[in-house]
């Protein structure tokens, strides 16, 4: 079976977590041992209700990995246990991978974040030229998405896309907005982004991101998720139909592209956000940059960076990005004040990573659970 509607616009898009302040204790952090109690209790439900195949989490607090662990299958048909090594697709978490290399073009000169993209990609649409490239990193650029256009892109899951085709697909398609006067999330705007990625470095963009992050930082199973390599550990991606998984339906991921094609792993991104927030990738300047909504980016229900959200979760500030996409959703969060990393990859489109998150991080916190939170898309 395919997935539903719902799910096919879902596929690649934005999961922020949203939390309602409540105050901060000053009691002790909780202990490694009750993080890993707590974190296993929550996941083994989440599996026993058919929330997802598998599960894998990371949790690394300060120097400290309270957890690093899957469970459940990575692959029913084998059938293959998930460990903490199982190769997840992280959809839209891709983002601030792309987000990142931009900004260190701008720290190079190579490009300026307020120059308009058509001064570096004219062939593109006439109505897209004059598009920033800070509105397209925040999603106030009005380009509209290829993943809302509905069956005219779903029917076309199968087939393997270049960018310029993935641009066609919206090509003609009127603007959202005026840009910079409105937000709202758009998967055609990192495509455009890595584009100018290509174009800026003479090479393609998923070899930049193992040239300039993966090779760097250590992150062995960061990757451009694409079909034909092989992928040691890869997890295999299923929806539910009533209480049985099915594969979930095909996608190229040559389609996702800059958007939302890399897979990687919880130990990886527990190492990318240690790396991305202690100063090891981009400049300070860019990163208060990538890290902090403006404009019509800040003004939404989702306050959006570049290529990351901030928000609230048990009073503290977050900042946090997730991903759907066909198969698979991810949660992946930075809680500065603790220097707590969260990472919660699952293979299954069905289920809700932010929720395992989010209680997840009430734990690490030490903050009660009885504190309400919500889910915003």
């Not at 009750?34 to 929550?42: L, P, R």
């Not at 495509?191 to 003479?202: A, D, P, Y």
């Amino acid at each position: 079976m395919r997935p539903s509607p719902l799910l096919s616009l879902l596929a690649l898009t934005l999961s922020v977590t949203v939390g309602h302040p409540a105050a901060i204790g000053a009691q002790p952090l909780p202990s490694r041992a009750i993080v890993e109690h707590a974190a296993d209790s929550i996941v083994r439900r989440v599996l026993a209700s058919n929330g997802s195949p598998s599960l894998a989490v990371a949790i690394v607090r300060g120097g400290d990995t309270l957890v690093m662990k899957a469970w459940g299958t990575a692959d029913l048909e084998s059938p293959s246990v998930a460990t903490a090594q199982t190769v997840y697709r992280i959809g839209s978490v891709t983002k601030q991978f792309t987000a990142a290399v931009v900004l260190q073009l701008v720290d190079s000169g190579s490009i300026r974040i307020d120059d308009a993209i058509g001064t570096y990609l004219p062939t593109l649409p006439a109505a897209w030229k004059p598009v920033t490239i800070r509105q397209l990193l925040n999603h106030t650029s009005g380009i509209p998405s290829y993943t809302d256009i509905g069956a005219a892109w779903a029917r076309r899951w199968g087939e393997q896309m270049t960018p310029d085709t993935l641009i066609a697909l919206s090509a003609n398609t009127p603007m959202w907005f005026t840009p910079g006067t409105q937000w709202r999330y758009d998967n055609t705007g990192y495509v455009v982004l890595g584009m100018l990625i290509e174009q800026r470095t003479g090479m393609a963009w998923g070899d930049v991101i193992a040239q300039r992050f993966a090779k760097p930082l250590g992150l062995a199973h960061t990757t451009n998720c694409l079909p034909s390599p092989l992928v040691l550990h890869r997890a295999r991606g299923y929806e539910r139909e009533g209480n049985a998984w099915e594969n979930t339906a095909y996608l190229d991921m040559s389609q996702p592209y800059a958007a939302g094609a890399l897979c990687s792993t919880i130990g990886d991104l527990a190492t990318w956000n240690h790396a991305l927030h202690s100063g090891r990738v981009i400049s300070p300047a860019s990163y208060r940059l990538m890290t902090t909504p403006e404009g019509a980016a800040a003004t939404g229900a989702l306050k959006y960076g570049f290529g990351l959200g901030r928000d609230t979760l048990a009073g503290r500030d977050v900042i946090t990005h997730g991903g759907a996409i066909h198969g698979f959703r991810s949660a992946n969060v930075w809680i500065p004040s603790a220097k707590l990393s969260i990472t919660v990859l699952a293979n299954s489109g069905n289920a809700n990573p932010d929720a395992v998150m989010q209680k997840l991080a009430r734990v690490a916190l030490g903050v009660s659970a009885s504190t309400s939170t919500s889910k915003a898309h």
